[in-house]
């Protein structure tokens, strides 16, 4: 790929990014401010924004966060090599600046930082799935596959 071609890429990515996020600004206000949770307010029961309702809202905003964090992995990729070269530099400082790692070495340090990411949002989801609780006197029950998962 020709860095013309790179940058026009990248540009895209950042734009696309910048457009989901504002969006899931935009579907987190709407939730936020204009259709409030139904149990606090009986009086909102029911209301919709453009035929839209608060769990539709929600779907959208949801798959908008989605999108952004697949946005956010091409753009980790396009990127990998700058990315591992400036976790190695930050870990492993050199003494003299023109010392290279071996990119074995590089993009092992990039490997291990992602797997920490994904461990820590992993361990955060199943922290939440077992702390999930039914309200005392609720009609529904939990999901089957989230009772599996909480605690006794």
Known sequence: MTRKNRVSVNLLIELATFVTL???????LVMKFLLPFEDSDPLHRGWAV???????????????AMSAVTLFL???AIHWEWFCHMVHRRIHRPDDA?????????HGYGVI????????????????????RTEVGAERDMPPHASQLSTP
């Open 74 to 76: 091409v753009h980790w």
């Open 113 to 132: 930082l992602v797997m920490v990411v994904v461990l820590a949002v992993a361990g955060f989801f199943i922290a939440a799935a077992r702390g999930l």
């Open 22 to 28: 504002l969006a899931m600004i935009a579907t987190g």
């Open 98 to 106: 023109t010392e290279e790692a071996p990119p074995v070495v590089r």
């Open 50 to 64: 453009w035929g839209w309702g608060r769990h539709s809202w929600g779907n959208a905003h949801f798959y908008l």
